[in-house]
């Protein structure tokens, strides 16, 4: 960013917040809307287009999601020269849960940047997807300010190196699917993970599941394995059970 603009936004009136954010994210933002949009979560985002859109993290929170799982599935393809594709799969999926994207979220301090109603949701150390959420809409926000290689680097330097023990989680079992099932086991209710319509259409090999707990979806998964989509179903589900 050109010297003129970075002094400019150092001494706006959001001086406060773009500091927060360079403390937060060590380096300057250029377009300071994404990143308030990364951190607005739907309980305080307003009605944007008659279809019903809205000005919420959602969407960043969308495309973050697939610029981070494409650069984790790059630093394991290239670590794991002689692992194959369920390993690779299984240490992406760790990588990337939501729960440690929740860890990590606190350790950078994204959990005091988020916007949300606490009328509507009780924030709490347990609480489900929010914190992961804008942790992928805040990847989104970099990606569409600074572009892929910047993001990329920011994520493994910022991210991946320091905070990420990749070696502990190869050895940590992250099995949610099988915490589900033995959840609904003990409370008596019943559980499968059925396959549904593929939103991307049939020539996309994406697989989309939902786990329904006596015949509800508390969890939808999707993936280019079926049983990755499974997995990522069962986890959804466990955060909103609150048994992760």
Known sequence: MPIASTYKLYFSSDRHYVRSLKNLLGFVPGNLYLYHLAFRHKSVATSIHKAGAKNS?????????????SVVAELLFKKYPYRGEGFLTEMRSKIVSRSHLN????????????????????????????????????????????????????????????????????????NFKSRLIEWCQQTGKEVVFVQSDNDEGDSAKMFTVDALINGEVYGTGKDYNKKSAEKLAAEKACEVLSVI
């Open 57 to 69: 993290n959602e969407r960043l929170e969308f495309l973050g999601d697939a610029i981070l799982g």
């Open 103 to 174: 860890q990590l979220s606190r350790k950078l301090g994204i959990d005091e940047m988020i916007k949300y109603d606490s009328r509507m949701i009780h924030f709490s150390s347990k609480q489900g997807s929010l914190l992961g959420d804008a942790f992928e809409a805040l990847i989104g926000a970099i990606f569409l300010d600074k572009g892929y290689e910047f993001t990329r680097n920011f994520i493994i330097k910022r991210i991946i190196r320091p905070h990420v023990d990749i070696q502990l989680l190869e050895q940590t079992e992250t």
